[in-house]
């Protein structure tokens, strides 16, 4: 009911938001409608993480009539809810966000840093690709260690690597967290070549690993 709301009257310029504290799960929802192009997920990714707000859940979709729809849910660096006072500047910034007036991969350089007492916990990193598990898309999924920026740098690696993200499954389990990302790439095939997928698992690992380091510097 809510992406219909938010799809109703929505012209390709337009960027729908809706934000609410979820009690039950003790989080803020954060759901957006918006034209789909690439690197969506990518840009409403780096919008959350430059607000400092930590991803426990995620999903989305692209319809096919050419708009996307997302919904995150969002905990402040305290873990808690964003409270009501605080929720103007949070959609101000993916405002400016997604018109480009920040660039999230130079702002975000000081903001994703792990707290000391985190920062001794080791999750093993796990990238496996799928061309099973759905008739049309490539099912990519990262198990690691979660940290502040981890989902715009996933997402940012993908886009840049002209993989087409058409819907996202994020799942964190404390210090661990599971992203799945239904993906094809720029011709709208699987991802079949094992050079491909070398190629790409490399490059996520890369931007695991440098994220990593400057989540602790």
């Known amino acids: 009911m809510i992406f219909a709301r938010l799809l109703r009257d929505l012209s390709e310029n337009d960027v729908a938001i809706d934000l609410d504290v979820d009690e039950d799960r003790d989080v ?67 405002h400016k966000t997604l018109r480009g007036d920040v660039v999230a991969r130079d702002a975000i350089k000081d903001r994703d840093k792990i707290n000391k007492r985190e920062r001794a916990f080791r999750v093993p ?10 008739e049309i898309y490539t099912i990519i999924e990262v198990d690691t260690r979660d940290r502040p920026g981890l989902l715009y740098d996933l997402t940012r ?14 799942a964190t389990y404390g210090e661990q967290v599971v992203d799945t990302f239904y993906v094809k790439d720029m011709f709208g095939l699987k991802f079949y070549s094992d050079s491909k997928q070398k190629t790409l698992e490399k490059k996520l690992r890369d931007a695991i690993t440098q994220g990593a380091e400057r989540a602790k510097a």
Not at 36 to 65: C, E, F, W
Not at 126 to 134: A, K, L, R
Not at 157 to 170: D, F, P, Q
């Open 125 to 134: 990193t796990h990238i496996t690709f799928d061309n099973d598990g759905s």
């Open 157 to 170: 690696t993908l886009a840049n690597g002209n993989v087409y993200i058409n819907s996202a499954v994020i």
């Open 28 to 94: 803020t929802r954060a759901c957006f409608a918006l034209a789909d192009h690439p690197g969506i997920v990518s840009r409403l990714a780096g919008a959350l993480a430059l607000v400092g707000a930590n991803v426990v859940d995620a999903r989305t979709y692209t319809s096919k009539d050419g708009f996307a729809t997302a919904a995150f849910w969002i905990q402040d660096a305290d873990g808690h809810p964003y409270e009501s006072a605080r929720l103007p500047r949070l959609r101000q910034m993916i």
